[in-house]
């Protein structure tokens, strides 16, 4: 290919237990995916549709160093089951063969800058700049599913300085992996290297420059972090 000028790197994270990367392709987040959340952000909870939104890829991040963002002084955490698609899609789309899809998991964080948000619900406004910022996707390592094995029961939690914040089991979610990614696969064309944040539980508040957190979904993944 011949670029006018040279391309940015590939957005990419790294796998547990290898050497290769994980290249990433989209992230796509679902919204208000547990009751206990939606009733704290105001909202109904709801077994229509799920709702969807998107961060760029280069929002992940790994370092363990989270640079607080401009234009928001209320940086909330939510803590999330990370779903990476790999190679192995189905061409129909199936509750049967969706999960064949899944390459891993991990566990993330959707920072939001709730305020940006706020105003632009009020605002009927998209969410973008709240949600799609730089480094606005902190996420582990992938863990391929055959080291994963979640369930119903496998807790997702966070930590902030050393106090519990956040903390769900899996069953808890409105709508499962499949669902989510059938859903997902009726709007878009999903690809290798696609990311789905599944959606946080309850318990969202504030992060300050020099908060530590420590996420982790039971058993499987563990993200560590300071926001500076
Ligand atoms: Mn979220």
């Known amino acids: 290919m011949d670029y006018a000028f040279p391309p940015p790197d590939q957005a990419s994270i790294g796998i ?6 994980f ?3 989209r992230i796509y987040c679902v919204g208000r995916n547990f009751a206990e959340h939606a009733r704290e952000m105001g909202a109904e909870p709801s077994r229509g549709s799920p ?3 998107m961060k760029p890829a280069d929002a992940v991040i790994q370092d363990n160093v989270i640079p607080y963002p401009g234009c928001t002084e209320d940086l909330h955490h939510e803590v999330e089951l990370v779903v990476a698609l790999g190679p192995s899609l189905p061409e129909q789309w199936t509750t049967e ?4 899809a899944v390459y891993g998991y991990a566990v993330g964080l959707d920072l939001t800058r709730r305020d940006l948000q706020t105003a632009a619900k009020e605002k009927r406004l998209p969410w973008d700049t709240a949600k799609g910022f730089d480094a606005s996707a902190p996420v582990s390592d992938i863990v391929p599913v055959h080291q994963a094995q979640i369930t119903a029961d496998t807790l997702l ?3 902030v300085n050393g106090i519990q914040r956040q903390k769900a089991c899996l069953g808890d979610m409105i709508f499962s992996v499949c669902d989510v ?4 696969s009726k709007l878009y064309t999903l690809q290798p290297g696609d990311l789905v944040f599944m959606g946080t539980p309850s318990g969202v508040a504030a992060l300050k420059e020099g908060d530590r957190f420590q996420a982790e979904l039971q058993g499987i993944a563990e ?3 300071i926001i500076h």
Do not use: D, I, M, T
């Open 181 to 184: 990614l059938l859903a997902l």
């Open 16 to 21: 547990a237990g290898s050497s290769k990367r």
């Open 51 to 53: 709702v969807f939104f």
């Open 157 to 159: 939690s966070l930590q």
């Open 97 to 100: 063969n969706a999960l064949q």
């Open 23 to 25: 290249p990433v392709h």
């Open 223 to 225: 993200l560590h972090g």
